[in-house]
Protein backbone atom coordinates (compact mmCIF):
# COMPACT_ATOMS: atom_id res chain seq x y z
CA UNK A 1 0.00 0.00 0.00
CA UNK A 2 1.95 3.36 -1.20
CA UNK A 3 0.99 6.23 1.20
CA UNK A 4 2.60 10.02 0.66
CA UNK A 5 5.41 10.76 2.03
CA UNK A 6 5.92 14.16 3.57
CA UNK A 7 8.34 16.69 3.40
CA UNK A 8 8.11 19.78 5.26
CA UNK A 9 11.02 22.57 6.03
CA UNK A 10 10.92 26.19 7.06
CA UNK A 11 12.12 28.88 4.81
CA UNK A 12 13.64 31.91 6.09
CA UNK A 13 14.20 33.67 9.24
CA UNK A 14 15.22 37.14 10.32
CA UNK A 15 16.87 36.39 13.98
CA UNK A 16 19.91 34.93 14.65
CA UNK A 17 21.39 33.29 17.92
CA UNK A 18 24.68 33.66 18.60
CA UNK A 19 26.03 30.41 19.92
CA UNK A 20 29.27 29.26 18.74
CA UNK A 21 29.58 25.99 15.94
CA UNK A 22 31.11 22.88 16.72
CA UNK A 23 31.57 21.37 13.38
CA UNK A 24 33.34 17.85 13.13
CA UNK A 25 34.75 19.13 9.50
CA UNK A 26 33.95 21.00 6.55
CA UNK A 27 30.55 19.03 5.84
CA UNK A 28 29.11 20.47 9.41
CA UNK A 29 30.35 23.83 9.35
CA UNK A 30 27.99 27.01 9.58
CA UNK A 31 29.01 30.55 9.84
CA UNK A 32 28.56 31.98 13.47
CA UNK A 33 25.75 33.68 13.96
CA UNK A 34 23.42 32.36 12.15
CA UNK A 35 20.39 30.67 12.36
CA UNK A 36 20.98 26.77 13.66
CA UNK A 37 19.68 23.92 11.53
CA UNK A 38 18.16 21.20 13.04
CA UNK A 39 17.68 17.94 10.66
CA UNK A 40 14.84 15.63 12.06
CA UNK A 41 14.15 11.94 10.57
CA UNK A 42 11.37 10.29 11.62
CA UNK A 43 10.22 7.14 11.08
CA UNK A 44 6.34 8.17 11.76
CA UNK A 45 3.51 10.50 10.99
CA UNK A 46 3.00 13.75 12.07
CA UNK A 47 1.69 15.22 14.50
CA UNK A 48 3.97 13.14 16.75
CA UNK A 49 3.76 13.62 20.39
CA UNK A 50 7.22 12.82 20.96
CA UNK A 51 8.45 15.67 17.95
CA UNK A 52 6.40 17.64 20.29
CA UNK A 53 8.03 16.72 23.16
CA UNK A 54 11.72 17.33 21.64
CA UNK A 55 10.27 20.82 20.31
CA UNK A 56 9.45 21.66 24.02
CA UNK A 57 12.69 20.85 25.47
CA UNK A 58 14.16 22.98 22.89
CA UNK A 59 11.78 25.80 23.89
CA UNK A 60 12.95 25.34 27.49
CA UNK A 61 17.03 25.66 26.47
CA UNK A 62 15.52 29.25 24.55
CA UNK A 63 15.29 27.52 21.07
CA UNK A 64 12.74 28.47 19.05
CA UNK A 65 11.58 28.17 15.44
CA UNK A 66 11.72 30.73 13.66
CA UNK A 67 13.71 33.32 15.94
CA UNK A 68 17.11 30.49 16.44
CA UNK A 69 16.18 27.56 14.59
CA UNK A 70 15.61 25.95 11.39
CA UNK A 71 13.97 22.35 11.59
CA UNK A 72 13.85 20.20 8.67
CA UNK A 73 11.18 17.61 9.07
CA UNK A 74 11.23 14.66 7.02
CA UNK A 75 8.74 12.06 7.88
CA UNK A 76 8.35 8.39 6.32
CA UNK A 77 5.09 7.57 7.13
CA UNK A 78 5.74 4.46 8.42
CA UNK A 79 7.68 3.49 5.77
CA UNK A 80 11.40 2.02 5.83
CA UNK A 81 12.56 2.48 2.00
CA UNK A 82 12.23 6.16 2.11
CA UNK A 83 14.82 7.12 4.54
CA UNK A 84 18.07 6.35 3.13
CA UNK A 85 16.98 8.93 0.77
CA UNK A 86 15.97 11.47 3.47
CA UNK A 87 19.01 11.10 5.20
CA UNK A 88 20.88 11.98 2.25
CA UNK A 89 18.51 15.09 1.75
CA UNK A 90 19.33 16.58 5.14
CA UNK A 91 22.77 15.81 4.24
CA UNK A 92 23.04 18.05 1.24
CA UNK A 93 21.32 21.02 3.71
CA UNK A 94 24.35 20.36 5.24
CA UNK A 95 22.48 21.05 8.79
CA UNK A 96 24.20 21.74 11.92
CA UNK A 97 22.80 18.47 13.87
CA UNK A 98 20.30 16.01 12.88
CA UNK A 99 17.71 14.07 15.22
CA UNK A 100 16.27 10.76 14.59
CA UNK A 101 14.56 7.26 16.20
CA UNK A 102 14.78 4.01 15.79
CA UNK A 103 17.49 1.59 14.18
CA UNK A 104 16.76 2.15 10.78
CA UNK A 105 16.71 5.50 10.41
CA UNK A 106 20.09 5.76 12.68
CA UNK A 107 21.40 3.12 10.31
CA UNK A 108 20.06 5.17 7.36
CA UNK A 109 21.82 8.63 8.57
CA UNK A 110 25.56 6.94 9.74
CA UNK A 111 25.96 5.67 6.07
CA UNK A 112 24.94 9.38 4.59
CA UNK A 113 27.37 11.37 6.85
CA UNK A 114 30.70 10.65 8.73
CA UNK A 115 31.03 14.14 10.22
CA UNK A 116 27.53 16.05 10.81
CA UNK A 117 26.30 14.81 14.35
CA UNK A 118 23.30 12.21 15.04
CA UNK A 119 21.38 12.32 18.06
CA UNK A 120 19.27 9.13 18.26
CA UNK A 121 16.48 10.00 19.80
CA UNK A 122 14.81 6.56 20.73
CA UNK A 123 17.30 3.40 19.21
CA UNK A 124 16.91 -0.25 20.45
CA UNK A 125 20.48 -1.50 20.77
CA UNK A 126 22.70 0.32 19.71
CA UNK A 127 25.91 -1.58 19.64
CA UNK A 128 24.32 -4.89 19.13
CA UNK A 129 23.10 -3.79 15.91
CA UNK A 130 26.38 -1.84 14.96
CA UNK A 131 25.69 1.50 15.39
CA UNK A 132 28.05 2.93 17.88
CA UNK A 133 31.29 1.18 20.05
CA UNK A 134 29.99 1.37 23.43
CA UNK A 135 27.62 2.88 25.05
CA UNK A 136 30.51 5.30 27.02
CA UNK A 137 31.95 6.03 23.73
CA UNK A 138 29.68 5.89 21.00
CA UNK A 139 32.21 6.43 18.40
CA UNK A 140 32.83 9.74 15.99
CA UNK A 141 29.45 11.48 14.83
CA UNK A 142 26.88 9.48 16.65
CA UNK A 143 25.11 9.21 20.24
CA UNK A 144 21.83 9.42 22.16
CA UNK A 145 19.77 7.47 24.36
CA UNK A 146 18.59 3.50 23.94
CA UNK A 147 15.83 1.83 24.70
CA UNK A 148 18.32 -0.93 25.14
CA UNK A 149 17.22 -3.87 27.98
CA UNK A 150 16.96 -7.63 27.39
CA UNK A 151 14.78 -7.27 30.82
CA UNK A 152 11.85 -5.84 29.32
CA UNK A 153 11.22 -8.04 26.69
CA UNK A 154 10.42 -10.37 29.92
CA UNK A 155 8.67 -8.15 31.96
CA UNK A 156 6.11 -7.77 29.08
CA UNK A 157 5.57 -11.53 28.82
CA UNK A 158 5.31 -11.34 32.55
CA UNK A 159 2.44 -9.01 32.30
CA UNK A 160 0.59 -10.43 30.10
CA UNK A 161 0.75 -13.98 32.16
CA UNK A 162 -0.74 -12.18 35.11
CA UNK A 163 -3.96 -10.77 33.19
CA UNK A 164 -4.20 -14.34 31.61
CA UNK A 165 -4.28 -17.00 33.59
CA UNK A 166 -2.46 -20.12 32.25
CA UNK A 167 -0.76 -18.41 29.31
CA UNK A 168 0.57 -20.58 27.20
CA UNK A 169 0.84 -19.30 23.74
CA UNK A 170 2.81 -16.06 23.15
CA UNK A 171 2.90 -14.20 19.15
CA UNK A 172 5.58 -11.75 19.03
CA UNK A 173 4.85 -9.33 15.90
CA UNK A 174 7.43 -7.57 14.41
CA UNK A 175 8.83 -5.84 10.72
CA UNK A 176 11.67 -8.35 9.46
CA UNK A 177 12.60 -5.28 7.57
CA UNK A 178 13.82 -3.72 11.22
CA UNK A 179 17.42 -4.76 12.22
CA UNK A 180 16.61 -4.43 15.79
CA UNK A 181 13.34 -7.05 16.38
CA UNK A 182 15.74 -9.99 16.07
CA UNK A 183 17.60 -9.13 19.10
CA UNK A 184 14.20 -8.18 20.92
CA UNK A 185 12.83 -11.59 20.10
CA UNK A 186 16.05 -13.33 21.24
CA UNK A 187 15.48 -11.51 24.79
CA UNK A 188 11.95 -12.76 24.66
CA UNK A 189 12.82 -15.85 24.07
CA UNK A 190 15.12 -16.35 26.91
CA UNK A 191 12.10 -14.98 29.48
CA UNK A 192 10.25 -17.49 27.75
CA UNK A 193 12.05 -20.12 28.82
CA UNK A 194 11.50 -19.29 33.08
CA UNK A 195 7.65 -18.77 32.69
CA UNK A 196 6.87 -21.10 30.70
CA UNK A 197 5.47 -19.80 27.53
CA UNK A 198 5.60 -21.23 24.03
CA UNK A 199 6.75 -18.26 21.93
CA UNK A 200 7.04 -17.72 18.18
CA UNK A 201 7.74 -14.97 15.63
CA UNK A 202 6.02 -13.74 12.89
CA UNK A 203 6.72 -10.97 10.73
CA UNK A 204 4.61 -8.61 8.83
CA UNK A 205 5.71 -7.02 5.92
CA UNK A 206 2.21 -5.29 4.86
CA UNK A 207 -0.90 -4.36 6.64
CA UNK A 208 -2.75 -7.08 3.87
CA UNK A 209 -1.17 -9.30 6.50
CA UNK A 210 -2.55 -8.31 9.38
CA UNK A 211 -6.41 -9.73 9.26
CA UNK A 212 -4.88 -13.46 8.71
CA UNK A 213 -2.23 -12.61 11.38
CA UNK A 214 -4.78 -12.12 14.16
CA UNK A 215 -7.68 -14.48 13.24
CA UNK A 216 -5.49 -17.30 12.82
CA UNK A 217 -3.93 -17.05 16.22
CA UNK A 218 -5.25 -20.08 18.78
CA UNK A 219 -7.60 -18.13 21.24
CA UNK A 220 -7.69 -19.82 24.47
CA UNK A 221 -4.59 -18.91 26.66
CA UNK A 222 -2.82 -17.03 24.06
CA UNK A 223 -1.10 -13.06 23.63
CA UNK A 224 0.17 -11.25 21.57
CA UNK A 225 3.65 -9.32 21.79
CA UNK A 226 3.17 -6.46 19.23
CA UNK A 227 6.79 -4.74 18.63
CA UNK A 228 6.87 -0.84 18.27
CA UNK A 229 8.00 -0.83 14.14
CA UNK A 230 7.01 2.25 12.23
CA UNK A 231 4.92 0.38 9.81
CA UNK A 232 3.30 -1.23 13.12
CA UNK A 233 2.70 2.24 14.73
CA UNK A 234 1.34 3.07 11.87
CA UNK A 235 -0.97 1.01 11.03
CA UNK A 236 -2.19 0.95 15.50
CA UNK A 237 -5.51 1.29 14.89
CA UNK A 238 -6.34 -1.87 12.66
CA UNK A 239 -3.83 -4.02 15.09
CA UNK A 240 -5.72 -3.08 18.18
CA UNK A 241 -9.48 -3.67 16.35
CA UNK A 242 -8.13 -6.98 14.94
CA UNK A 243 -6.83 -7.94 18.42
CA UNK A 244 -10.33 -7.27 20.11
CA UNK A 245 -12.35 -9.01 17.50
CA UNK A 246 -10.44 -11.84 17.74
CA UNK A 247 -10.43 -11.64 21.70
CA UNK A 248 -6.53 -11.69 21.63
CA UNK A 249 -4.82 -9.79 24.34
CA UNK A 250 -1.55 -7.84 23.38
CA UNK A 251 0.81 -5.69 24.72
CA UNK A 252 3.68 -3.39 23.25
CA UNK A 253 6.21 -1.14 24.14
CA UNK A 254 4.40 2.01 23.11
CA UNK A 255 1.81 3.87 25.08
CA UNK A 256 0.61 4.48 21.10
CA UNK A 257 -0.93 1.08 20.62
CA UNK A 258 -2.52 0.86 24.25
CA UNK A 259 -4.68 4.41 23.31
CA UNK A 260 -5.49 2.84 19.83
CA UNK A 261 -7.46 -0.12 21.49
CA UNK A 262 -4.52 -2.47 22.65
CA UNK A 263 -4.58 -4.06 26.02
CA UNK A 264 -1.42 -3.07 27.21
CA UNK A 265 2.20 -1.41 27.15
CA UNK A 266 5.38 -1.48 28.91
CA UNK A 267 7.68 0.58 28.14
CA UNK A 268 10.27 3.38 28.57
CA UNK A 269 8.81 6.89 28.54
CA UNK A 270 9.40 8.28 24.98
CA UNK A 271 8.49 11.79 25.95
CA UNK A 272 11.36 11.82 28.15
CA UNK A 273 14.31 10.47 25.81
CA UNK A 274 12.86 13.28 23.36
CA UNK A 275 13.39 16.00 25.62
CA UNK A 276 17.23 14.55 27.11
CA UNK A 277 17.51 14.61 23.48
CA UNK A 278 16.71 18.12 22.92
CA UNK A 279 19.50 18.46 25.88
CA UNK A 280 22.01 16.79 23.35
CA UNK A 281 21.31 18.51 20.88
CA UNK A 282 21.70 21.95 23.20
CA UNK A 283 25.32 20.47 24.54
CA UNK A 284 26.42 19.79 20.42
CA UNK A 285 25.00 23.32 19.01
CA UNK A 286 27.14 24.71 22.27
CA UNK A 287 30.43 22.92 21.32
CA UNK A 288 30.45 19.46 22.74
CA UNK A 289 30.88 16.78 20.42
CA UNK A 290 29.09 13.33 19.89
CA UNK A 291 32.02 10.82 21.19
CA UNK A 292 32.09 12.64 24.68
CA UNK A 293 28.47 12.34 24.61
CA UNK A 294 27.96 8.59 26.19
CA UNK A 295 24.96 7.15 24.68
CA UNK A 296 22.16 6.64 27.79
CA UNK A 297 19.59 4.29 28.77
CA UNK A 298 15.86 5.18 30.06
CA UNK A 299 15.16 6.51 33.56
CA UNK A 300 11.37 6.37 33.12
CA UNK A 301 9.18 4.28 32.18
CA UNK A 302 5.68 3.34 31.91
CA UNK A 303 2.79 0.99 32.37
CA UNK A 304 -0.44 1.48 30.65
CA UNK A 305 -3.72 -0.21 30.89
CA UNK A 306 -6.60 0.10 28.65
CA UNK A 307 -9.36 -1.03 30.58
CA UNK A 308 -12.26 -1.03 28.30
CA UNK A 309 -10.23 -3.25 26.23
CA UNK A 310 -9.97 -5.56 29.36
CA UNK A 311 -13.86 -5.69 29.55
CA UNK A 312 -14.31 -6.01 25.61
CA UNK A 313 -12.08 -9.28 26.03
CA UNK A 314 -13.76 -10.47 29.34
CA UNK A 315 -10.10 -9.98 31.43
CA UNK A 316 -10.17 -8.99 34.72
CA UNK A 317 -7.38 -6.50 35.20
CA UNK A 318 -5.62 -7.49 39.04
CA UNK A 319 -6.19 -4.91 41.47
CA UNK A 320 -2.47 -5.29 42.37
CA UNK A 321 -2.01 -4.44 38.35
CA UNK A 322 -4.24 -1.50 38.29
CA UNK A 323 -2.28 0.02 40.99
CA UNK A 324 0.80 -0.25 39.34
CA UNK A 325 -0.06 1.48 36.46
CA UNK A 326 0.90 5.30 35.57
CA UNK A 327 -1.96 5.50 33.49
CA UNK A 328 -5.38 3.52 33.28
CA UNK A 329 -7.66 3.96 30.02
CA UNK A 330 -11.23 3.84 30.93
Known sequence: MKRAIIRCGVAAFIATLALPAAPLEA????????????????????????????????????????????????????????????????????????????????????????????????????????????????????????????????????????????????????????????????????????????????GLHDPSEFEGTFSSSPQERAGFVVLGDPLLISHRAEIADLATKSRVPTISDRREFVEAGCLMSFGPNSDDLYRRAASYVDKILKGAKPPDLPVQQPTRFELVINLKTARALGLEIPPTLLVRADEVIE
Open 27 to 202: EAQHPAGKVRHIGLLHPGTPPNPNVEAFRQGLRDLGYVEGQNIVIEYRWAEGMLDPLPSFAAELVRLNVDVIVTEGTPGARALKEATSTIPIVMARVGDPVGTGLVGSLARPGRNITGFSILGPELAGKRLELLKEIVPGLSHVTVVSNPANPHRALEFEWAERAASTLPVKLQLL
